[in-house]
């Protein structure tokens, strides 16, 4: 059986906000975000409305070959010609074996400038389109909602996790 060599995305860019063309002077118009899969593939969007500012909405949707070998996508904002912040999304983050396929995930990443300096954030959403064959087993559709206890007497038969903040 032949392995895919890459997977399709669904990429929505919704929103950004808190974007600065430095670190004093709001973006007022001309931005646009690139969303890149690979070094050859990308896309962009059009140009915002007038009144979107430094906190500007496309809801955009753009759909894009990922790479098998992926590990990140990148997002690139731009005031102009001038890239004023970007992240790295890492993949795992939507197209991890735990999701299903079709599932959509909604994502907030800061963005940071050429000198890594925070410059806002940006708002997708992503899906990796399904074919009806995947790494995630057929019970990952369905939530986990326990894990059966040793002593059924005492727990009911149900072991639930708790989280705890840690500190290194």
Known sequence: MEKPSSKVIE???ISAEGLFVNKRQPVKKNLSITVKTDPINSRSTG????????????NEKMVMELPVHARFISVEAHSGSRIIGTANIPVSDFAGGHLPENYLSFLSYRLRDSNGEKNGIVNLSVTVKGSGNTGC???????????PAADNKMSGG???????????
Do not use: N
Not at 47 to 58: I, K, L, T, Y
């Open 11 to 13: 990429i929505t860019v």
């Open 47 to 58: 140009q915002v409305d007038p009144e979107g500012g430094s906190c500007p909405a496309w």
């Open 137 to 147: 087993a057929a019970s990952c559709s369905r939530p986990w909602m326990g894990v």
């Open 158 to 168: 149900l072991v639930m996790g708790i989280p705890v903040s840690y500190r290194y």
